[in-house]
């Protein structure tokens, strides 16, 4: 067990060395396949340590290697950063996830890491839905994203 301590208040984080070794191998993946718009890279896998961080990346205003550099997958495609901000931008619907017109960081951008950490539910979306969304709920997400898969 590790703990976590600061001002104010400590957290106590079982089996978090076992997450850690998971999500570095790359398994934090909500899913995994050729063929999903969620395959940012265009390696043929789905996941949060490349593809999400790609998205957030570019929805951050990152722009060139700062995009990309440090997460692509094996086998990439999308290999600059342009890749990524033409690809984004082609399958401008699938990244708008909450349906405000807008792709932004701190809500889009969030969504989809959770998603491919595998997060679902309540945990999914609590605080970072935008205000004037028309997704707002975790099964009207997850719907979303399922048929874009």
């Known amino acids: 067990m590790i703990t976590v301590k600061n001002r104010i208040n400590s957290v106590k984080l079982k089996h978090m060395m076992g997450w850690l070794f998971a999500v570095n191998l790359g398994l934090g993946s909500a899913f995994a396949g050729a063929g999903s718009v969620y395959d940012v890279d265009g390696d043929g896998e789905v996941k949060a340590l490349t593809d999400g961080l790609l998205v957030i990346r570019h929805q951050f205003g990152f722009t060139g290697a ?3 550099n440090g997460a692509l997958g094996q086998g990439a495609v ?12 082609a399958n401008y619907q699938a990244f708008d996830l909450d349906g405000d017109g807008e792709h932004a960081a701190l809500t889009d951008g969030l969504i989809v890491l959770r998603y491919l ?3 679902t539910g309540d ?3 609590k605080g970072v839905v935008a205000a004037d ?8 997400i997850e719907a979303h994203m399922a048929v874009l898969t």
């Open 66 to 68: 700062s995009v990309i």
């Open 123 to 125: 945990t999914l979306v």
């Open 133 to 140: 969304a028309n997704r707002v709920s975790a099964a009207e």
């Open 78 to 89: 999308r290999i600059a950063g342009d890749d990524v901000a033409q690809y984004v931008a």
């Open 117 to 119: 950490f595998g997060l």
